[in-house]
């Protein structure tokens, strides 16, 4: 008998009030270069980071780049959008 796995998705801490998220959609036109660089020089990612990101984002059509008040996101969502990359804050 073949047991089927499954796939529980990664729990996040417990939402603090107030709190958001920032949200990398995955697209089909800016290179992983970009997306990297932007994501250090916008939100403040090492290399590193910027890079898991990226991929993440590109195989699971999404992630979450940055947690905090709306104020503090605003800004970054605003500079990502204006770069050209597909964001949302939650």
């Known amino acids: ?10 729990k996040r801490g417990p ?6 998220d920032l949200f990398l959609f995955n697209d089909n036109f ?4 970009f997306v990297i660089d932007t994501l250090v020089e916008v939100c ?3 290399s590193i980071q910027a890079e898991q990101c990226a991929l993440v984002a590109h195989f699971k059509g999404k ?10 996101l605003k800004p970054i969502h605003d500079e990502m959008t204006h770069r050209d990359l597909t964001v949302s804050i939650i």
């Open 30 to 33: 800016n290179t992983f270069e």
């Open 63 to 72: 992630c979450v780049v940055k947690s905090g008040t709306l104020e503090e």
């Open 1 to 10: 008998m073949v047991k089927e796995k499954v796939k529980t998705g990664r």
């Open 15 to 20: 939402k603090i009030p107030g709190s958001h």
């Open 44 to 46: 403040g990612h090492d």
